[in-house]
C-alpha cells in the first residue's frame, strides 16, 4: 500500500516538473513581446478590377453571400435585427463557419472603421484578441487587396496565436481567402 502510494507521489510531482517546464519554456518564447498590437499575418495580391469593384463586392456578400464559400470559409451569415445597424455600416455583425485545420468552427465578427477603402472586423465572443484589417488600394487600372490579423501579444491568447504552427496556419487561411475572393471578383469583372 505505502508502495502504491509513493508511486502515485513520485508520477504527480514528475507531471508537475514536466508542467513547470513547459511554462517555463513558453514564458522563454514569450518574454521579449512588448508591444501592444501587432500584424500576426498579412497577405496582399493584385486583382484585374477597379477598386470601388473590389469594395463593393464586400458590401454586395448581403445579396450575394454564396461568393465567400470555398474549401477553407463555409459560408458568410449576416446578423440582422433592429438594434443593429445594416451590414457595412459601423458595428455591423456576421459570423463565417471556417475551416481550420480539422474542425470547421463558427466565428463571429463585428465591422469598425469603415472608410472608402478600407475596413475592419473584430472577432467577438472569444479568449484570442484579434482583428481583420482590409485594405484596397488603386494601382493603374487594377487593385491589390491586403488583409492583415492583428493581435495583441501581451495577451496570453494572444501569444498562443503567435506560436509558429498557429501564426502559419492563419497565414495560409488568409492568403486561399485573398485569392478565393480575387478569382471571384475577376469572374464578374
Not at 95 to 109: D, N, V
Request: aromatic share 14%; hydrophobic share 40%; proline share 3%.
Amino acid at each position: 500500500m505505502t508502495n502504491s502510494i509513493n508511486l502515485k507521489l513520485i508520477l504527480f510531482l514528475l507531471l508537475m516538473l514536466i508542467l513547470l517546464s513547459i511554462i517555463f519554456v513558453l514564458h522563454l518564447y514569450f518574454k521579449n513581446f512588448n508591444s501592444n498590437n501587432i500584424i500576426l499575418a498579412s497577405y496582399n495580391q493584385n486583382i484585374n478590377a477597379d477598386s470601388s469593384d473590389v469594395i463593393d463586392w464586400f458590401y454586395d456578400l448581403e445579396d450575394y453571400p454564396d461568393r465567400y464559400k470555398f474549401d477553407t470559409h463555409k459560408g458568410i451569415y449576416f446578423i440582422n435585427n433592429d438594434s443593429l445597424p445594416p451590414f457595412g455600416s459601423n458595428g455591423s455583425k456576421f459570423y463565417t463557419k471556417e475551416k481550420l485545420l480539422f474542425f470547421t468552427k463558427k466565428l463571429k465578427f463585428r465591422m469598425e472603421n469603415i472608410k472608402s477603402n478600407s475596413f475592419e472586423i473584430f472577432l467577438e465572443d472569444s479568449i484570442f484578441p484579434i482583428k481583420g484589417k482590409f485594405l484596397v488600394t488603386k494601382k493603374g487600372n487594377k487593385s491589390n487587396l491586403q488583409i492583415d490579423i492583428i493581435t495583441n501579444k501581451n495577451n496570453l491568447y494572444g501569444k498562443i496565436l503567435h506560436l509558429p504552427f498557429i501564426k502559419n496556419t492563419i497565414y495560409n487561411q488568409i492568403k486561399k481567402e485573398i485569392y478565393n475572393i480575387k478569382k471571384s471578383i475577376e469572374i464578374l469583372s
